[in-house]
């Protein structure tokens, strides 16, 4: 029988810690938000270690590891792990004497977690690499098809411009793949959902494993959630191995496929930019970037443009018009290109981007149209988005008008054709109410069917946004919940949706990348969450639902 001893001891400021051995796993329980449990092991000269804690993925613990000393959350700890896997890590160096350590496991969202955690010391290197590879001098030399600091990464070995999956990943779990490089090329990874629910991430790395946090290449958008398929451009990568991660940050499918690039990026923007000349664009001399993307001078108003974007691709133009009238901004592309579609943004300082913009057009169709009043002399960037798989031919011009009231708001002021809400409320025309939504308020409604009910939801400092709604009703999946950005969801436009049918509780989680976004933790950002009854409630029989959001801190 083995006898698991747990010391309890208090120190001088009377903390309360427990003492745990190699090998052994320890329960534990965080009560509340903002608690701590502290655990104490040793490890002796020339060791390694790993601490491990496993909780729930509906919660969020942090892990923090001090030697001689209790760590906090302030600076004060040799290693942490604060990300929002339901597996947290640390693997410590090796030691150069015999050495007391202090882990901390820190509640950051929900009331009495439940835990598990486990220490390994091994021979310099941790956890013995996991038995996929050898020691040497403390590092890991690990196994072909393994990677990590203690060779606990499984590699998937793919090769070039073939197409692998579907795989299946759980919330909060990582697939990885390795690949060789043998050009400096330019290297496209497309990863495609197979899903129309989940949010796969993907990170690329040189010779080491992607984490959240440390990599070479990234798809760093975490407003792009609703189009299934993203590419990240590897532009002149070293010659080596390069490692892909796959982090799910909600349960999805996905296929992957590793291509080197054909010719020049981007078309160079089409032949008014410039030419491929083997791999580069030579650029007109109107027209700058690695693939004539920039159109040098300001735009000569009521002069059309052309060029081409493929997804994800931008061109970039100014304008300036020196007027009080309607500075009207205007992008067409032919029903020629079967299903392109491409977006219109503006800001005032420097060149947009899909978060960083004054004015935007992302109406699906073959015309994208801004209208600016009293523009006055103000330059203008202007960026046309390729969004669809297809990219985008099109035409842009620029020309003033005079102003248009022909709209037909049902309340409000109508402005260059365009209806402007008073607070309160929100739509193409202002017909529907806006209510303040609060972290941690639960707020009750009732929804009709192809009725929209839309809560103002408005963040500061925060690096995640959680909502959670739940159809008080037998029948389930009538109601659908969408979030977008600075403006009301719509069921074609929105940033993020949780449209299941089999269930009654339905969540969005979205979390941001301060190196993405900086502005997150400064600033203030608006979003408009919409809950939609579907026309399967039946007629006249409202269904009562309940919505509550949080943001950090909880």
Same mark, same amino acid.
């Given at each position: 029988?083995?006898?698991?001893?747990?010391?309890?001891a208090?120190?001088?400021?009377?903390?309360?810690?427990t003492?745990?051995?190699?090998? @052994?796993?320890?329960?534990?329980v965080i009560?509340?938000p903002?608690?701590?449990?502290?655990f104490?092991?040793?490890?002796?000269k020339?060791?390694g270690?790993?601490?491990?804690?496993v909780?729930s993925?509906k919660?969020?613990?942090?892990?923090? @590891?001090?030697?001689?000393?209790?760590p906090?959350?302030?600076?004060?700890?040799?290693?942490?792990?604060?990300?929002?896997?339901?597996?947290?890590?640390?693997v410590g160096?090796v030691?150069t004497e015999?050495?007391?350590?202090?882990?901390?496991?820190?509640g950051?969202?929900?009331?009495?977690?439940?835990?598990?955690?486990?220490?390994?010391?091994?021979?310099?290197?941790?956890?013995?690499c996991n038995?996929?590879?050898?020691?040497?001098?403390?590092?890991?030399?690990?196994?072909?098809?393994?990677?990590?600091?203690s060779?606990?990464?499984n590699?998937?070995?793919?090769s070039l411009n073939?197409?692998?999956g579907p795989?299946?990943?759980e919330?909060?779990n990582?697939?990885?793949?390795?690949f060789?490089?043998?050009?400096t090329e330019?290297?496209q990874?497309?990863v495609?959902?197979?899903?129309?629910?989940?949010?796969?991430?993907?990170?690329?790395?040189?010779?080491?494993?992607p984490?959240?946090?440390?990599?070479?290449y990234?798809?760093?958008?975490?407003?792009? &959630?609703?189009?299934?398929?993203?590419?990240?451009?590897m532009?002149?990568?070293q010659?080596?191995?390069?490692?892909v991660g796959?982090y799910?940050?909600?349960?999805s499918?996905?296929?992957?496929k590793?291509?080197?690039?054909?010719?020049?990026?981007?078309n160079?923007?089409? &032949?008014?930019?410039?030419?491929?000349v083997?791999?580069?664009c030579?650029?007109?001399?109107?027209?700058?970037?690695?693939?004539?993307?920039?159109?040098?001078n300001?735009?000569? &108003?009521?002069?059309?443009?052309?060029?081409?974007?493929?997804r994800?691709a931008?061109?970039?133009?100014?304008?300036?018009s020196?007027?009080?009238?309607?500075?009207v901004?205007?992008l067409?592309?032919g029903?020629q290109?079967?299903?392109e579609?491409?977006?219109l943004? @503006?800001?005032?300082?420097?060149y947009p981007?899909?978060?960083?913009?004054m004015y935007r057009?992302?109406?699906?169709?073959?015309e994208?149209?801004?209208?600016i009043?009293?523009?006055?002399s103000?330059i203008?960037?202007?960026g046309?988005?390729?969004?669809?798989?297809?990219?985008?031919?099109?035409?842009?011009?620029a020309?003033?008008?005079?102003?248009?009231?022909?709209?037909?708001?049902?309340?409000?002021e109508?402005?260059?054709?365009?209806?402007?809400?008073?607070?309160?409320?929100?739509?193409?025309?202002?017909?529907?109410?806006?209510?303040?939504?609060r972290?941690?308020?639960?707020v009750?409604g009732?929804?009709?069917?192809n009725?929209?009910?839309?809560?103002?939801?408005t963040v500061?400092?925060?690096?995640?946004?959680?909502?959670v709604?739940k159809?008080m009703?037998?029948?389930?999946?009538?109601?659908?919940l969408?979030?977008?950005y600075?403006s009301?969801?719509t069921t074609?436009v929105?940033?993020?949706?949780d449209?299941q049918?089999?269930?009654?509780?339905?969540?969005?989680?979205l979390?941001?990348?301060?190196?993405?976004?900086?502005?997150?933790?400064?600033?203030f950002?608006?979003?408009?969450?919409?809950?939609?009854?579907t026309?399967s409630?039946?007629?006249?029989?409202?269904?009562?639902?309940?919505?509550?959001?949080w943001?950090?801190?909880?």
């Amino acid at each position: 029988m083995l006898i698991i001893l747990i010391l309890f001891a208090l120190t001088s400021s009377q903390i309360l810690y427990t003492t745990i051995y190699n090998g @052994v796993s320890v329960h534990s329980v965080i009560e509340s938000p903002g608690k701590w449990k502290f655990f104490r092991f040793e490890v002796k000269k020339g060791s390694g270690f790993s601490v491990n804690v496993v909780h729930s993925i509906k919660y969020d613990l942090d892990l923090y @590891v001090r030697q001689n000393d209790f760590p906090d959350r302030i600076g004060n700890y040799d290693y942490k792990d604060t990300s929002l896997d339901a597996n947290l890590t640390i693997v410590g160096n090796v030691t150069t004497e015999d050495s007391v350590f202090y882990a901390g496991v820190f509640g950051f969202r929900g009331y009495n977690v439940g835990f598990d955690i486990v220490f390994h010391t091994g021979n310099g290197c941790p956890n013995n690499c996991n038995g996929h590879g050898r020691c040497d001098s403390g590092t890991c030399i690990c196994d072909d098809g393994y990677s990590g600091d203690s060779c606990q990464k499984n590699l998937e070995q793919i090769s070039l411009n073939k197409e692998y999956g579907p795989y299946h990943v759980e919330t909060s779990n990582w697939k990885y793949f390795s690949f060789m490089v043998e050009t400096t090329e330019t290297v496209q990874v497309n990863v495609t959902q197979t899903t129309p629910s989940g949010d796969i991430d993907t990170y690329v790395r040189y010779n080491s494993v992607p984490t959240l946090t440390v990599y070479d290449y990234a798809n760093l958008d975490p407003y792009i &959630l609703t189009r299934p398929w993203h590419i990240v451009n590897m532009t002149s990568p070293q010659i080596g191995e390069w490692i892909v991660g796959c982090y799910a940050f909600h349960e999805s499918s996905f296929t992957i496929k590793v291509s080197a690039a054909r010719g020049c990026p981007n078309n160079c923007s089409g &032949l008014n930019h410039g030419t491929c000349v083997g791999t580069r664009c030579s650029c007109d001399q109107k027209y700058s970037g690695s693939y004539c993307e920039t159109y040098r001078n300001l735009v000569t &108003l009521d002069t059309s443009y052309t060029g081409e974007v493929e997804r994800l691709a931008w061109n970039y133009y100014r304008v300036s018009s020196n007027t009080l009238n309607s500075l009207v901004l205007k992008l067409s592309h032919g029903s020629q290109w079967t299903n392109e579609d491409c977006d219109l943004y @503006v800001s005032d300082e420097e060149y947009p981007t899909l978060i960083n913009y004054m004015y935007r057009d992302i109406t699906y169709g073959n015309e994208a149209k801004v209208v600016i009043e009293h523009p006055a002399s103000t330059i203008y960037h202007v960026g046309i988005f390729g969004y669809s798989t297809v990219g985008c031919k099109y035409n842009f011009s620029a020309s003033i008008i005079g102003i248009n009231n022909s709209c037909n708001c049902v309340r409000g002021e109508c402005r260059n054709g365009a209806c402007v809400c008073p607070a309160g409320y929100t739509g193409s025309r202002c017909e529907s109410t806006e209510t303040i939504l609060r972290s941690g308020q639960t707020v009750s409604g009732e929804i009709n069917a192809n009725q929209w009910l839309y809560y103002n939801y408005t963040v500061h400092n925060t690096s995640q946004i959680v909502l959670v709604m739940k159809e008080m009703s037998n029948q389930v999946g009538l109601v659908h919940l969408y979030i977008q950005y600075n403006s009301a969801p719509t069921t074609t436009v929105f940033l993020a949706g949780d449209l299941q049918t089999t269930t009654a509780t339905h969540r969005i989680s979205l979390v941001f990348n301060p190196r993405v976004i900086p502005q997150i933790s400064t600033s203030f950002l608006n979003f408009v969450v919409g809950v939609y009854g579907t026309v399967s409630i039946p007629n006249n029989q409202p269904l009562q639902f309940k919505l509550v959001a949080w943001s950090p801190p909880f």
